[in-house]
C-alpha cells in the first residue's frame, strides 16, 4: 500500500508554539498533499508540494518533502486556537494508469488556549 | 464553501437496505472521487470517475456502486447495508482527470441500526 502514515496521531501544544506533523509514505509519487480536516466537516486542501520540490510556504504553513526518505512535515507556525483540526497528508501516484490520491490516518492537533 | 454538494447530510437505516448519497461537484469539475471515513478505517478511497467514466477502483465492496451522469453528478450506491456501513461519506471534485487539489464536500453521514 502507498498510504501516508501521520505522526504523532495526536498532539496537543499552547497557543503560539508551533507545531510540526510527519508524514510517511511507501512507493514513488507525483505530489504529495496536505488536507485539514475540522470535526465532522469536508476536508480542505492547505498545500501540494510536487516530488520535484524540497520545501513549499503558503502563509504560517511550511511544507518540506524528502523523496530519499518518502517523508514529508507540515509546520504551523504560531499556532492559534482556530488550527484545531484533523491535519491528513495524501499521495499521489498512477497505478494502472490512473492516479489515486491515498490518505493517510491523519494527526489531530490540539491547540490549547 | 467548497461548491461540491453532497445529499443528505444525514442519514439512519436499518442492516439489508439500499441507500444512494448523491453528489454534485464544483462547476466544471470533470473528476468525482468517493471516499468513506470511519473511526477506525481513517479515509478511504472508494471509486474515481472522470467524464462519466470510472477511473479508477479503490477499496469498494461489491454491494456498493457508483455512477457519474451526463450533467457529471453522481451517485454511491450501498446496499445490503451492514453495521459496519456506518461512516461519513465524502464526496470530492477536481477539474482535472489525474493532478490537481480536492475539493470536498461536507459528507454524508450514514448510520446503519
Known amino acids: 500500500s502507498q498510504q501516508g502514515e501521520e505522526d504523532p496521531q495526536a498532539l496537543s501544544i499552547q497557543e503560539g508554539e508551533n507545531a510540526t506533523m510527519n508524514c510517511s509514505y511507501k512507493?514513488?509519487?507525483?505530489?504529495l498533499q496536505w488536507y485539514r480536516q475540522n470535526s465532522g466537516r469536508g476536508l480542505v486542501h492547505l498545500i501540494l508540494?510536487?516530488?520535484?520540490?524540497r520545501e513549499k510556504h503558503s502563509g504560517r504553513l511550511r511544507v518540506t518533502l524528502d523523496t530519499s526518505k518518502k517523508s514529508s512535515s507540515l509546520l504551523i507556525t504560531a499556532s492559534r486556537a482556530a488550527d484545531t483540526a484533523s491535519y491528513f497528508c495524501?499521495?499521489?501516484?498512477?497505478?494502472?494508469?490512473?492516479?489515486?490520491?491515498?490518505f493517510g490516518q491523519g494527526t489531530r492537533l490540539t491547540i490549547n488556549p | 464553501d467548497s461548491g461540491v454538494t453532497q445529499t443528505p447530510k444525514h442519514l439512519i437505516t436499518a442492516t439489508g437496505q439500499r441507500v444512494t448519497l448523491r453528489c454534485s461537484p464544483r462547476?466544471?469539475?470533470?473528476?468525482v472521487y468517493w471516499y468513506q471515513q470511519s473511526l477506525d478505517q481513517g479515509l478511504q478511497f472508494l471509486i474515481q470517475?472522470?467524464?462519466?467514466?470510472?477511473?479508477a477502483k479503490g477499496n469498494i465492496l461489491e454491494r456498493f456502486s457508483a455512477q457519474q451522469f451526463p450533467d457529471l453528478h453522481s451517485e454511491l450506491n450501498l446496499s445490503s447495508l451492514e453495521l459496519g456501513d456506518s461512516a461519513l461519506y465524502f464526496c470530492?471534485?477536481?477539474?482535472?482527470?489525474?493532478?490537481?487539489?480536492?475539493?470536498f464536500g461536507e459528507g454524508s453521514r450514514l448510520t446503519v441500526l
Open positions: 470517475y472522470y467524464n462519466g467514466e470510472e477511473r
Open positions: 512507493t514513488s509519487i507525483n505530489n
Open positions: 462547476s466544471g469539475d470533470l473528476s
Open positions: 508540494i510536487r516530488s520535484n520540490e
Open positions: 495524501a499521495t499521489a501516484a498512477i497505478i494502472q494508469g490512473a492516479q489515486k490520491l491515498v
Open positions: 470530492a471534485s477536481r477539474l482535472f482527470r489525474d493532478t490537481g487539489e480536492l475539493f
